[in-house]
Every structure is written in structure tokens, then in C-alpha cells.
């Protein structure tokens, strides 16, 4: 951590996040606002089926509907563009767009229809007619890894995307070793980020500079790459504006398939083309389903609760196509063995392709599913044993004084203090009362139950399981950057590189160039150019921008001060050293003489007679930033992913009656370390969004699809988000230890909320039902489940 600045002014105060004004007053600027002349909109025409062949398409009476103006088939397209790109090495593995000979699952995208207006795009949809060879098909991950499984892509020969064994420490040694051993299966429902606003993208083609513009609701790394790949046109032909708010995301603003087929449209027709989702496109077929996990797990452990070694198999149904969503299976692998000592892993990771919507990336990045199947093991090695669940946890977590702390796959841990946190949250909650409160609940009639889960958030992401998990991969960077400019007035602008979904990046980096520069943040604007004025960025993913924004300018800023500093030097007749800097001024100790801002900038823009020789005149800085720990491919497996490593812990008390088995949160508490907190309110905001995510994705969320390939949840009836009714109060326990490798100690924690309370919650469920020896393993747990096993239960009896 650097030593500068040591007394933080405006780090970690309680200031207003400046983009809320904007928000809250419905001013935001999203993609939808975007009026261009002659807009043309898209409509989609969408496969009913899981599987079939496209034996012919005619689009002669939408053609000839009102306002139509195109129709384009997967067929054509795919003569026109390159395919989407894989993130593993799967060439015979192909999408494009739009369906190609073969639909893949029930929603795929097989025609487009561009009018005037989206609704009489909708209405020559429905004109469109296809004849269809229905196939067999496969829904289930354990059915489509056997041979006999109907094949996905044929072409590919097998249904597998991804299987790859890591063996990282004695694993076979120590179960040899251990005198207790214990083996179960958890499954992860599939669910996602389901933002308020849908993916949509504006694309424009400017025929005579070749010039593709597109505005977009993304949050996207190497965007425009992919574009320009897909297009065959040069990167720089292409111009993305990063200005448009983003409302939501948390990953799954990916929107490549959206982005070439408009902008291909727009190529073609000469006219600006909106595609924007509905609700229906947007749960069926955005391609923006998260992790759908079978986790098989064996720990070994002894009779007071250490647990030696782990053996963990994560089957993923990642649905029709690769794309990035294989990669998922690899980040966990940089907290595999979570906030505990367990000194040997074997982790079998298997992604396999289905007819089911594809995957996407989702909060987390296939953390959450992991953290629920690590802590699952640790409640029942401590049922196994006779012994508290908390104390289990304190036996095994990695101490303070042990950091930085290497886990077997290669990583190490930067720091933390779990055991204070955990103290701090039981002191919070008065832990006695509340085991007391459960217990007066369940005389009382009810079921009631505490849940405990303890995770780690690897933030500050260098991509290194990428490599990991494909060879051909070879990428050892993923860095953020920042340019600031004073005017000649002494303004200061902070350029940013990447769009924002509701993170407070404004915010962020006014921030940090504040105190490094100790001026108020609220006079400096932030800007976000488009991709053909930026610094290189990987956009936020991974709980990375407070680690790799922020450091990007807290560096650029440190450069501008230096620059400042050397100016008011030189008018002084002294060394940089012998002068101070303070406010914005510079000032010589001795004399008492002082240089002001404002004349510090006058100089820098308009006397070049007066600058230090060798200087440039103008007061620009910039700063790329490179991930702090991430420089090495992998190496046998092993390898240093995340540089920082959050940590929380979640305890929940939770009740239903017996007889309506409604689960109510009584009490939420989290005790959050995400080292120096750089906006309390941001951090507060993403806490409390994440443990309503976990909420969902513990009790209510599911794409659920039927035996027949049909999703059967395509609506916000059947897909049920958490309200304020199943959201309670959360309190929120704050600890600090701050990270060696960030400027100013911070870590991430966009994920944090999110990665811990589907387990806590679980546990919860299944401590209430634990006197009916039952518990639950598949999540969500919905009413219907805990009802249909009490009954059951009550049978028996």
C-alpha cells in the first residue's frame, strides 16, 4: 500500500454519491433516449423449439406488412459476419446472431424484422413463417454428458465443453490420513442479474467514413473487438460511446449477439437500427442466464472438525453455446478452498452444452454457487462431529498473523481478520439471544432456524483463469486507466474508460483525484469519451474498478502533483524535495513563499519561458493501470488470480409457520471487510444489493424449464424477484483490514452481498426443519418445497 496521502480527507467520508441526483430525478441518459433520424426498429422471430432443423423460412408476407423494411434470416447473416467469439477452444461450437440451419433451444433468435416502428416490427413477426424438423433433445447436465445424449452441435462430436482435473496438494494422502470422511450433492438452480432495464443498442453506419457508431447498455470487456472480429471492419471503424447510463447489470450486459445484428442491419439498410429488448426476449433468449451447478463434494476431516482435503466436482449447464460463460467454473478456483486452512484440493470443473438458453456472466462469476457447496461441507463436518457450526468455522478459518496466506491452487490470500469479524458480528447480534429467539420461536409453534456462512470476494480480477482453462489463451494483463486535464482556468476534468452500470464511478475517481490532489471532489467533472478517445479498459467486472480505476488515478493524480510540485520548485530556485505541496499550492517552508493554484496553472498553460526545462507545457496526466499481483501465466495448474480477497460473514434468523412455510428473515446480519472503504454509501448500496440478490437466488429465482424444453418462467409472474416484503433489514458490521497490494487499502466489493447469503439462508432452512430430520439441498427453496417435505416428513411419523 502506498504510504501517500496517510491522513485521508475525503476517502472514506460520508459524501454523497454525485450520480444519484440524476437517477433519483429520472434525468439518467439510457440507450433508449436515443433519437436519431430515421431509426428503424427491430423485432425477432423466435424458435418454439428446443431442437429442429430449419428446413425453409418465408418472410414474402411480413415483407409486406406496413412500415416493413427488412427481413433477415440466419442464413444470410452468417455469409456477412464472422461468429461470435468462444472463450474456450471450441471452433466447431459456432453462434451467430440469428439461428443457422438448426434452432438449439426453445426462444433462439431465428429471423429479424426491421419497420419503422417496433410494433408494426412485432406484427410482421408473426407473418413470418418457418417450416421446422423438430430433434431430439436434452435438457438435463447429467443426461447430456453421456454419449448417448442427443449432440448440441453435432459437429462438436460430444456435448462437453469443458472438463479439466485439477489436483493441487496430497489429496489422496490426506483422505488416506484423515479418520472421518463425508460426501454430498448440492445443486445451484439457475437464475441471474435480471436488470430493470433490458439490454437494448442503438447502431448507426456512416457509409462514406465507414464509421460504425453504437450506443449501448453495456458492461462488456474488449466490446468493440468483438465487433469489428464479427463485422470483418478495423477496430477503429468502430465507435462506441461509453456516455450512456447503464441501468443494471452485474455481467450480464454482454449484448454481443444484439450488437452485430443491428449493426450488420444498419450496414446493409443505410439507416440507424434499435434493438431493445422486451421482457419476453429478455428472459428467454438474452443469453444472460447465470450458473445452473451440480456440485459433488467429499471432505476429510478429523474428529475435532479440521477439514485436511476436499474433492469437488461442479458439473455447469451452460445451455446452447459457449461464449463465456465456461469461464465461470474457473474463477472459484481462486478461492477454492474459501476463508479455511484446507491444505489439498481436487476440483473436477465440467461445463456441458444443453437446449437451454445460453450462460452469461452473472455477479460473482460462479463464486456464489461454490461458496453455497464450501459451506454446505462445513455445516456437516460440524454435524458430523457433535460441534458447533460456528466453532467448526473458527477452527478452520486462516488466522491474521498467516497472511499472506497461499491456498493450494496457487493463490495468495492478501489479509483479512475473519475471527474479529466474526466476533464483532455475534457481539452485534447478541449471538446468546438470539439462538434464545429461535428457540422461543420453535416452542412457540414455529420453525425457526439460524444460518451462518462465511465467504471471500476475489476482487481486482486479472483474468488469469482464462489460461487456466484454455491454453491457446495466453493473457497476463486486464488493465484500467485514467487521464486528467486542468484547463487553463485551473478546472480539473478525470477521464474514465468504460461505461457504468450504477457502481458511483463518477463518484470514485472525483475521489481519489481529490485527495491525492486535496481539492474538493465536487469541483471535478468526470467524463466517459467514446472507445476511439480512451485509454485501454476491461470495464467493471469482478469487483475491480475501486482497485483498478481508483488506483489508475490515484496514480495519474500522484503524476499531476509531482508536475505541480516541480513548477512551484523551479519558480522557488529549489528542489522538488525542499518544497511542500498542500491544497493545490506549493510553498517554500522557509520564505513562506507561495505559489496558489490558479498561478501554478498559469504557468503551466501559458509561461513556458518559466517551466522547468524538459518540461511540456499543459497539465495532463495519465496512469494504466496493471493488476497488482497478476504478471505470470499459469504454472501447473496453479496460479495467482485476484489480487484482494474481501471477506464477510452473514448470520440470519429466519421463521415460517409449519403449516404456510413462508419464510420470514427475522434478523440479517453481515459483517463486511472490504479494507478501505472508499465511499460508505456505494459500498452500503452494494451490500445491501447483493444480499437481496442472494435472497432471490436462496428462496425465489429459477429458470425453470419443463421436460419439454420450454422455459417455463418468461415473466416476472413466474420468475420472482425479492420485494420489500422478503427483504428485511440487514445490519451491516464493518471491519477494516486494509489491502498490501491497492493505494489506499481497498478491496471490492460489488459481489459481496451476493456471495455468502444464498448459504446463510439455506443454513438457516435447514436448521428450522432440522428437528423433522430433513434438510434441503437444491436451491431456490421454494414454499412449495419445504411444505411438500414437511407433509412428507409428517408422514412418516
Not at 458492461?219 to 460511446?241: E, G
Not at 446493409?268 to 429478455?282: A, K, M, S
Not at 457433535?386 to 478452520?396: A, I, P
Request: one cysteine or more.
Amino acid at each position: 500500500m502506498s504510504g501517500e496521502p496517510t491522513t485521508l480527507k475525503f476517502v472514506s467520508s460520508n459524501r454523497r454519491v454525485r450520480e444519484d441526483r440524476r437517477f433519483v430525478a429520472g434525468h439518467g441518459r439510457y440507450v433508449a433516449d436515443i433519437a436519431l433520424d430515421e431509426l428503424l426498429h427491430v423485432a425477432l422471430v423466435p424458435s418454439q423449439h428446443p431442437a429442429a432443423k430449419i428446413k425453409s423460412i418465408d418472410t414474402s408476407a411480413a415483407l409486406k406488412m406496413p412500415g416493413v423494411v427488412y427481413a433477415l434470416t440466419g442464413e444470410e447473416l452468417a455469409k456477412a459476419v464472422d461468429p461470435l467469439m468462444n472463450g474456450l477452444d471450441t471452433p466447431k461450437v459456432r453462434r451467430y446472431p440469428l439461428a443457422v440451419n438448426q434452432v438449439r433451444y426453445a426462444g433462439e433468435w431465428v429471423v429479424a424484422v426491421v419497420a419503422e416502428t417496433r410494433a408494426q416490427a412485432e406484427d410482421a413477426a408473426e407473418k413470418v413463417k418457418i417450416d421446422y424438423e423438430p430433434l431430439p433433445y436434452v435438457i438435463d447436465a447429467e443426461e447430456a454428458i453421456t454419449d448417448a445424449s442427443p449432440k448440441v452441435h453435432p459437429e462438436h462430436g460430444t456435448n462437453v465443453l469443458l472438463d479439466k482435473l485439477f489436483v493441487w496438494g496430497e489429496v489422496d494422502k490426506h483422505f488416506a490420513e484423515s479418520p472421518r470422511h463425508l460426501s454430498f450433492r448440492v445443486v445451484w438452480g439457475r437464475n441471474s442479474t435480471v436488470p430493470i432495464e433490458t439490454f437494448g443498442v442503438v447502431a448507426q453506419w456512416d457509409p462514406w467514413r465507414e464509421m460504425l457508431d453504437v450506443w449501448a447498455s453495456i458492461q462488456m470487456p474488449k466490446y468493440p473487438d468483438q465487433i469489428s472480429r464479427a463485422l470483418r471492419i478495423p477496430t477503429n471503424n468502430v465507435r462506441v460511446h461509453q456516455d450512456v447510463d447503464v441501468g443494471g447489470s452485474y455481467g450480464v450486459k454482454r449484448g454481443i449477439k444484439h450488437t452485430v445484428l443491428a449493426s450488420h442491419l444498419a450496414r446493409i439498410i443505410g439507416r440507424p437500427v434499435r434493438l431493445i429488448e422486451d421482457r419476453l426476449e429478455n428472459m428467454r433468449a438474452g443469453d444472460a442466464h447465470g450458473p445452473e451447478r451440480i456440485f459433488d463434494v467429499e471432505v476429510a476431516f478429523n474428529d475435532d472438525g479440521i477439514v485436511k482435503s476436499m474433492k469437488m466436482r461442479a458439473l455447469d449447464n451452460v445451455g446452447g453455446y459457449a461464449g463465456r460463460s465456461p469461464f465461470q467454473l474457473g474463477k472459484p478456483i481462486g478461492a477454492i478452498v474459501g476463508p479455511y486452512k484446507i491444505e489439498s484440493v481436487q476440483y473436477r470443473a465440467m461445463a456441458t452444452m444443453s437446449n437451454k438458453a445460453a450462460q452469461e456472466a452473472v455477479r460473482g462469476f460462479g463464486q456464489a454457487p461454490t461458496n453455497y457447496a464450501i459451506e454446505t461441507a462445513i455445516d456437516k463436518v460440524a454435524a458430523a462431529v457433535g460441534l458447533d457450526r460456528l466453532e467448526v468455522r473458527r477452527r478452520n478459518f486462516i488466522r491474521k498473523e498467516e497472511f499472506p496466506y497461499l491456498i493450494p491452487s496457487g493463490t495468495h490470500y492478501d489479509s483479512g481478520d475473519y475471527h474479529t469479524v466474526v466476533d464483532k458480528v455475534l457481539a452485534s447480534a447478541d449471538y446468546e439471544a438470539l439462538v434464545k429467539e429461535r428457540d422461543e420461536l420453535r416452542a412457540s409453534g414455529m420453525m425457526a432456524g439460524i444460518g451462518i456462512a462465511a465467504c471471500l470476494e476475489p476482487s481486482g480480477g486479472n483474468s488469469s483463469f482464462e489460461p487456466l482453462l484454455n491454453e491457446k489463451n495466453t493473457t497476463t494483463t486486464w488493465m484500467d486507466s485514467c487521464r486528467i486535464n486542468v484547463d487553463g482556468v485551473g478546472f480539473v476534468t478525470v477521464t474514465i474508460h468504460t461505461t457504468s452500470a450504477g457502481q458511483g464511478h463518477e463518484t470514485l475517481a472525483a475521489t481519489v483525484v481529490g485527495e491525492v490532489l486535496e481539492i474538493d471532489p465536487d469541483m471535478i467533472r468526470v467524463v466517459r469519451p467514446d472507445s476511439l478517445a480512451s485509454l485501454p479498459s476491461n470495464t467493471p467486472v469482478g469487483s475491480r474498478m475501486a482497485i483498478m480505476m481508483g488506483g489508475a488515478c490515484y496514480h495519474a493524480a500522484l503524476k499531476l502533483k509531482a508536475k505541480l510540485t516541480k513548477i512551484g520548485a523551479h519558480q522557488f530556485g529549489l528542489g522538488e524535495n525542499d518544497v511542500e505541496y498542500a491544497g493545490g499550492a506549493v510553498s517554500d517552508p522557509k520564505s513562506k513563499k507561495s505559489l496558489s493554484w490558479a498561478e501554478l496553472v498559469n504557468i503551466g498553460h501559458r509561461h513556458f519561458h518559466a517551466l522547468p526545462e524538459g518540461m511540456e507545457p499543459g497539465l495532463e496526466t495519465t496512469h494504466v493501470m496493471q493488476v497488482p499481483t497478476g504478471t505470470k501465466l499459469p504454472e501447473n495448474g496453479r496460479v495467482q488470480m485476484y489480487p484482494c480477497h474481501s471477506f464477510e460473514f452473514h448470520l440470519v434468523l429466519l421463521a415460517f409457520d409449519p403449516q404456510i412455510t413462508k419464510p420470514e428473515i427475522r434478523r440479517y446480519l453481515i459483517g463486511h471487510d472490504c479494507g478501505t472503504v472508499i465511499n460508505p454509501h456505494i459500498v452500503k448500496g452494494m451490500t445491501l444489493g447483493g444480499i437481496a440478490h442472494g435472497i432471490g437466488a436462496a428462496l425465489l429465482e429459477e429458470f425453470a424449464y419443463d421436460s419439454e424444453g420450454q422455459l417455463l418462467t418468461q415473466s416476472f409472474m413466474d420468475y420472482l424477484l425479492p420485494s420489500s416484503h422478503e427483504v428485511p433489514h440487514v445490519e451491516i458490521v464493518h471491519h477494516c483490514t486494509p489491502s498490501p497490494f491497492t493505494v489506499f487499502g481497498q478491496k471490492g466489493s460489488g459481489e459481496s452481498g451476493y456471495l455468502g447469503s444464498p448459504a446463510a439462508i439455506s443454513g438457516a432452512i435447514n436448521d428450522a426443519v432440522s428437528p423433522l430430520n430433513i434438510s434441503f439441498s437444491k436451491l431456490p427453496i421454494r414454499i412449495a418445497a419445504i411444505s411438500d417435505a414437511i407433509a412428507a416428513a409428517q408422514a412418516t411419523k
